[in-house]
């Protein structure tokens, strides 16, 4: 299905999407770097976490711009727009909808101004703060009834991170780094924050730490990525991870590490089999050679007699190589990825969208023809995508199929930053392994057990969130009617409508006088229209 914004999606069936990555963060503190710059490339490295959006913030020491728009990092930002945002500190952001609508308005970066201070907001200036999130909260219902009680009404987005930010400017009286020690401990789900102001970048993660965040360096100055590549991408340095109920500030009098609540490390499971990049490392274990190691304990657990074992690419690719090197079986390519159709902004006729997943996957016959193949893939969601690659390697010439998936069953919907699908779309939730081969139409199938997959992460049980294979949440959810993807455009408190506005690209400013010049530029670049956060307000449109 292609989106609002007319893209088709990464998926390899659009129709029938799979996991959907939650989003991914970069921040740098580098005094003398291009920073807008080195925060494109990490959002580059991160592009596969999130891909409906993306922003950049910077602040140049007095003001604080953000510039965002619907699309990838690429589609979004080019030379001169990047020129425009000059600054020592920068965040970005990467966005798959976890929280709230496809929408410009929920794009990331959020920007939010503090109230000056004082009687008659005369003893200090507004303080701007720009705040990027990778993870998904499950008290959002609660932060909204409490950013209504402040009497903040004009936040135009409808997700959980803009109710965040609402918070955090809420205390005009605190510096951002003590409002953020009081507002932090009241979140209840997944979070991974980087945020600024005009002089300090900070990065805090949730106390389960269940989406990764990183802490890097570079010769002048610091970074905070979502996974090690795109550390490994700008030249930085890994220095550790951000530790889970850890709040982090860099500025020029160096980095000060504050805890807000007790670490209780549940770790997604989910990012050692899909959602991580291969070249990134998660609690010290390489996803790469992760994935590997479940590819063999897969082929331990189910062999197979087969002539070759081929991935569906690309994410199956190093579980199919540890499953060969296991079983003995030949590796080898059957199925070529075309990984540039997600990539167009052409809207696909209805005989072309009936072509579904060979938009994507084209096999390859010479290879397939008369043999008996096993397919490995990291996961089944609704099961739609397996049954199309079965039949198109069958229509190939492969005279047996055998699916291998390294993953166990996904039986539970993910609260905290995945979008796989509802309860009752999941294939697992309602067949057993039999029934699901049979659905998909393959010769066997078998899933990598769970206590397998747990040991090829090498992390504890413990330390891991497993909730979406064993129904075991590791945070507890509030009531059905205050959870999910669109629960503040349900209850419709805080939101106010965009009136349905056009994609477009457009850039934000936090003070409308010096910023309003900088925001011209950019809208010179852009050729959109110019938005600015007032001081104790959200983002306002400032039409040309
Ligand atoms: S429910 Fe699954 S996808 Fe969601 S955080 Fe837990 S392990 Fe990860």
Known sequence: MPRGDGLLTHDLDPQHPGPQDACGVFGVWAPGEEVSKLTYFGLYALQHRGQEAAGIAVSDGSSVVVYKDLGLVAQVFDEPTLASLRGHIAIGHARYSTTGASTWENAQPTLRATPPRGPAGGESAATTIALAHNGNLV?????ARRVAELGITDTNATSDTALVTALLAAKPDLSVEAAALEVLPTLRGAFSFVFMDENTLYAARDPQGVRPLVLGRLERGWVVASETAALDMVGASVVREIEPGELVAIDEHGLRSSRFAVPDPKGCLFEYVYLARPDSTISGRNIYAGRVAIG???????PAEADLVIPVPESGTPAAIGYAEESGITYGAGLVKNAYVGRTFIQPSQTIRQLGIRLKLNPLRDNVRGKRVVVVDDSIVRGNTQRAIIRMLREAGAVEVHVRISSPPVKWPCFYGIDFATKAEL??????TEGIRRSIGADSLGYISLPGLIAATEQPKTRLCRACFDGEYPIDLPADNVIGKHVLEGLAKTASSSGGRAPRREADSSH?????????????????????ASPGGADALLRP
């Open 139 to 143: 008290n959002t219902a609660e932060l």
């Open 512 to 532: 409308p006088g010096e910023n309003a010049r900088r925001a011209g530029n950019d809208l010179q670049a852009g050729g959109g229209d110019r938005v600015a």
């Open 296 to 302: 063999r304990a897969l082929a331990r657990e189910y």
């Open 427 to 432: 294939l697992a939730n309602g067949l057993d």
